[in-house]
């Protein structure tokens, strides 16, 4: 009996982290152009939508930087920004569902070009994770929507 139990628990845990493990970490795609008008495509897909970029990180501007201080001079990438955004109506639904999902909030876009690739343009985003209640879940399943449908829109 006993260990029927433990081939039972083990069974139900390689369930649940099977589960966690197939949700991707970053959803990637890429599309050909040129940075500028690639981050101009996300910022107006976001203006067509009601929402404003609230800030702007300069990821590769302080890798290049950092990187010169620390002896470390590899380009990682030839642009790369991380825009960053909200939606008051998405944000509050996430958050009456479940107060915890603050963590969510801002979204981010990632818009960057690799060196080893000119004239490609990455667009990704992490896709939250759809936890506690249905409602949260639905909740949080319409921001990955809203960020798909961004990068989507952007790629065209």
Request: charged share 20%; glycine share 6%.
């Amino acid at each position: 009996m006993n260990q029927f139990r433990q081939w039972c628990c083990a069974c139900a845990l390689f369930a649940v982290f099977s589960a966690v493990a197939a949700e991707p970490a970053a959803q990637v795609q890429s599309t050909k152009g040129s940075f500028a008008d690639v981050k101009e495509r996300v910022v107006m897909a976001l203006e067509n939508r009601g929402l404003v970029l609230s800030y702007t990180a300069h990821v590769g501007e302080m890798l290049d930087r950092t990187g010169r201080d620390m002896g470390r001079t590899q380009r990682i990438y030839g642009n790369a920004e991380v825009l960053e955004f909200c939606s008051a109506a998405l944000s509050r639904g996430t958050m009456e569902a479940d107060p915890h999902n603050i963590v969510f909030c801002p979204y981010a876009i990632a818009v960057y070009t690799l060196p080893q690739s000119p004239g490609t343009v990455y667009l990704s985003y992490r896709p939250p994770r759809k936890t506690g209640s249905d409602q949260s879940a639905q909740a949080l399943l319409a921001v990955e929507k809203l960020l798909a449908d961004v990068v989507a829109e952007a790629r065209q």
